[in-house]
């Protein structure tokens, strides 16, 4: 598993090169300037540098990647689905970047951002492995006891 | 505070000026606690949301997500000492050790959080 930017957590100058990966990305898909959606920054300016290192809106979509520190030797990619305010649908994907997620996330976010593809069918599109995937969709029923 | 709990940000006759939620999710699991107000949630709110979120969890649940409420807690904290957030803002924070998703969500909608005093003051009057 070849990850890239490995120590993006630890050096502020690999995370902006890592942040300007997921934006040529997206301008590559889109084919228009991609900006943050989230700000990402402390009303004083600080950068936060905590691994939500890129989002963007799209027609009315919303992208957020969170990217992990990587320890895994097989792919991880997982996305979920939420409501922001209520009205624009947003897709929360969690990923160790690797060469082998790179070629997977343009497909992801060219379907979810352009091709306007819905939830259910993107999670078609994650990698299979147990370890690396889990069902999270749509609003479920809320389990909350303490049943074992 | 207590009268947060009854408003559901979500209704258009509620679109306040500083609108938000924090969230304990997982696959099989979704409360919260939203804020829609017309200032903007101190660090002390914020904080009594996160406890009251915790309240409406099982012992087994909050367990699950001990570590991701410290880290929500450290961010309002690390937020407030830096003048606040403008939204939109969003930060999750997964429990990585389970693989359904276990996290907690805290989602600006609209507005700020945790801004200092005298910023709100400001606020207050330019509005």
Known sequence: MKHLYKNFLQDQRVYNLNEAFYKRLVEAVT??????????RYANGQKIYDGHIFSTRYE???????QREPDSDYPVLRARHKKWDGQYDMLVLTLELSEEIKLLLKKIVKAWLVEKTAFEEISSMLPGSPMSNYENSNPAPVVNDDGE | MQNLQHVNPLSPMSKKEHRGRIQAQSDHLEE????????????KQGLDMANELKGKLSKKELKKRKKQFEQLERFMKNASESGGIYSPEFRSFENEDIKDGTRVDFELWAGAFGLSLVIIIVLFFLT
Do not use: N
Not at chain 1, 60 to 66: D, H, S
Not at chain 2, 32 to 43: A, G, K, R
């Open chain 1, 31 to 40: 084919g228009s300037e991609a900006f943050h959606f989230f700000r990402s």
């Open chain 1, 60 to 66: 009315g979509r919303i992208l957020q990647v969170i």
């Open chain 2, 32 to 43: 919260s606690v939203s804020w829609s107000q017309d200032t903007p949630p101190s660090l």
